[in-house]
């Protein structure tokens, strides 16, 4: 029998907000197109690099939320507290990182508006960034921002299903190769882009930083802090697994995918005409809730730098997704500034970990708490999976110096 005592209404909010909060923030227009693109070129052996990457995004996240969450302390305060400096470089990276990745999540929501009613991308990205200044406007746009983000979700996930239904998948072979992969060295680079994707920059700690600024720190709360951390990846996980077997339901019957956007030409595979207008819909959810969430856990990172940030957090928020707008709006989209991005990006991961493994053995942080040895062990393994992914990242910038 379960002695555990029930969630209130507002602890399910606050749990389901900080879920899928991560979650979305993670599944973005980069996530559906990187998602396409594997699937296509290895098949039903992707599924091995999707059910890798969610065993060290689990390690990874476990880490950081429970670590965070009995110092409660935000990221770049624990990283201060090892090395007096270290979080204020940390805050810079994912503050220019979330910045830059804003830009294209914005475009992403005008492309899907465009998808769905034809109408320039510009006015699209306008209309989204209006929806997520709206939200913070909101006197209780906190509770807001939980509930849009959790229906957002929840409609990707289920439109997604749909499509995998419609497809038709080898749901058989999917599950064999899970575990027996056909040259399971080559699938290295896609677990390594997908750890970076889903718990990459500020992705791991848009979930933490709701918590901890609900107040939902401290020994007592770890139990209810892990579950949030794990249902956050399985969340991504189920939503990754959907679209791979929609995808894998397309090419498995020879059908070659639109390079120029392939989970766009996925949905209209599996449903006809309506297909692009439905796709339009799931980019536009997936654009908005990263919109939400990117601006939402930059700003929490710039609270730390003075108290103008804290006390006017929401403004600095809506200044974030105005600027992001108005940059796509009127000058497009800034590929060097991405590529850069992409680069910081993958660098962060171990940064912030390596940080919080350090601090997880450090009394003056974590008090009496004893941080599990196993835990210690899978975010090590996520490290060096993350350094190989940023040294990765970093031949971005050799394209940015040829171009």
Same mark, same amino acid.
């Given at each position: ?230 249902? !956050?990846?399985?969340?991504?996980? *189920?939503?990754? #697994?959907? $679209?791979?077997? +929609?995808? /894998?339901?397309? %090419?498995? &019957? ?17 449903? !006809?005409?309506?297909?692009?207008? *439905?796709?339009? #819909?799931? $980019?536009?959810? +997936?654009? /908005?809730?990263? %919109?939400? &969430? ?26 974030? #997704? ?8 009127? %000058? ?72």
């Amino acid at each position: 029998m379960d002695n555990k005592p029930k969630m209130t209404a507002m602890q399910r909010r606050l749990l389901f907000g900080a879920v899928f909060l991560m979650a979305t923030s993670s599944i973005g227009p980069a996530f559906l197109t990187q998602t396409s693109v594997f699937t296509e070129q290895f098949l039903a052996s992707f599924a091995f690099a999707i059910l890798a990457s969610i065993v060290i995004d689990i390690g990874a996240q476990l880490n950081i939320w429970r670590v965070l969450s009995v110092s409660g302390k935000r990221g770049q305060d624990v990283a201060n507290d090892v090395f007096p400096g270290l979080g204020y470089v940390i805050a810079f990276f994912i503050v220019l990182g979330g910045f830059a990745f804003n830009i294209g999540n914005v475009a992403g929501a005008g492309l899907g508006f465009n998808a769905i009613f034809g109408w320039d991308p510009r006015i699209g990205a306008a209309l989204a960034g209006v929806i997520a200044i709206v939200v913070f406007l909101l006197k209780n746009g906190r509770a807001v921002m939980d509930i849009i983000i959790q229906i957002l979700g929840v409609l990707m996930i289920g439109i997604t299903a749909f499509v995998m239904i419609k497809s038709d998948p080898p749901y058989g072979e999917a599950a064999y190769r899970a575990v027996m992969p056909e040259e399971p060295l080559a699938l290295f680079l896609p677990v390594v882009t997908l750890v970076g994707g889903t718990v990459g920059g500020y992705i791991t700690f848009a979930g933490v930083h709701r918590l901890i600024e609900a107040g939902m720190t401290g020994r007592e709360n770890l139990g209810f802090v892990s579950r949030a951390a794990n249902y !956050g990846i399985l969340t991504t996980g *189920v939503m990754r #697994i959907l $679209l791979f077997l +929609a995808v /894998l339901g397309v %090419v498995s &019957g020879g059908v070659a995918l639109d390079p120029d956007n392939p989970p766009a030409s996925v949905f209209q595979i599996a449903l !006809g005409d309506i297909g692009m207008q *439905v796709f339009g #819909i799931v $980019l536009v959810a +997936a654009a /908005l809730s990263s %919109v939400i &969430g990117s601006a939402y856990t930059s700003a929490s990172f710039l609270k730390s730098l003075h108290r103008v940030f804290d006390e006017y957090n929401n403004i600095v928020i809506i200044s974030f #997704i105005v600027i992001s707008t108005i940059i796509f709006t009127f %000058v497009g989209r800034p590929v060097t500034l991405l590529i850069l991005a992409g680069a910081f990006n993958g660098l962060i991961l171990p940064l912030t970990l390596g940080a919080v493994l350090v601090a997880s053995r450090k009394k003056k942080v974590v008090g009496e708490y004893h941080h599990p040895t196993w835990m210690i062990v899978f975010g090590i393994i996520a490290i060096i999976i993350t350094i190989i992914a940023g040294v990765m990242s970093l031949q971005g910038l050799q394209d940015l110096w040829v171009n």
